[in-house]
């Protein structure tokens, strides 16, 4: 049976690999045949999978989940690859176009959490030992399962604002990977020009996960 029968399509696919992903912890080395075969399937990277010494989970900065590592033989460096955009690949359905634009989006939530977002956080939780604790504005219960969501004005409405105003193109926003991991904004003038407007308008609340899943993106308000 080749890969694609096996994982039947997208959807199929990345619950099948996540379910054998989630066999293994933090650090250990994943020996499964077919996420090696995925591999070669990724849209960017060209993988030489014969080259591969391992595979291997490891904890990704900047928010600490587990990802795929690998490292070629002869080399000391890992690199993560996803096997959610080989998965896509296998099946026609990356759009080079659409995930870029993605990470450019991804690149403006990270810049906007570096001002009034980072702080209200700080400002309303307590830590533990890297843990943050804070207690959810929906169901106020205290968790350490703690997110920042912006309210009443969502996060989409006042990128789509600066975004009118400033007449950006996303797919011509050049855009970077700092050493912690964190897709950033290469114009460091459009940056900080959005950090600056962002931080003028936007206003917070602290959700735990459950909640903040359950609302989801909620109506815009106009304003």
């Known amino acids: ?15 099948h ?24 399937y990724h849209p960017i990277k ?16 900047p928010f600490n989940k587990l990802a ?20 896509k690949n296998l099946f026609g359905k990356y759009d080079k176009d659409q995930n870029y634009e993605e990470d450019v989006m991804t690149a403006f939530r990270n810049e906007s959490h570096i001002g009034s977002k980072k702080q209200f ?9 890297s843990l943050f604790c804070g207690i959810c504005d ?11 969501d912006h309210f ?18 996303l797919s011509s926003i050049d855009i970077f990977e700092n050493d912690s991991n964190e ?9 900080s020009k959005w950090r600056i407007y962002h931080d003028e308008i936007a206003t917070y609340r602290l959700l735990c996960k459950s909640c903040n899943s359950h609302f989801g993106s909620y109506e815009t308000i106009n304003q």
Do not use: H, W
């Open 121 to 129: 956080f700080m400002n309303n939780t307590k830590s533990n030992d």
């Open 68 to 87: 795929l590592y690998y490292k070629y033989k002869g080399s000391v460096k890992e690199d993560d690859i996803s096997y959610v955009l080989c998965i």
């Open 138 to 148: 929906n169901c106020k219960v205290e968790t350490y399962d703690i997110t920042t």
């Open 183 to 191: 897709i950033r904004i290469e114009n460091e003038k459009i940056a």
């Open 17 to 40: 690999i996540t379910n054998i992903l989630g066999k293994y912890e933090n650090n250990q080395k994943v020996n499964e045949p077919e996420i090696l075969e995925l591999l070669q």
């Open 152 to 169: 009443p004005i969502p996060f989409k409405q006042i990128f789509e604002r600066f975004q009118k105003s400033e007449g950006l193109v």
């Open 46 to 61: 060209n993988i030489n999978i014969t080259n591969i010494e391992y595979l291997i989970l490891r904890n990704r900065l």
């Open 1 to 15: 049976m080749n890969l694609k029968t096996q994982l039947r399509n997208v959807t199929c696919g990345k619950k």
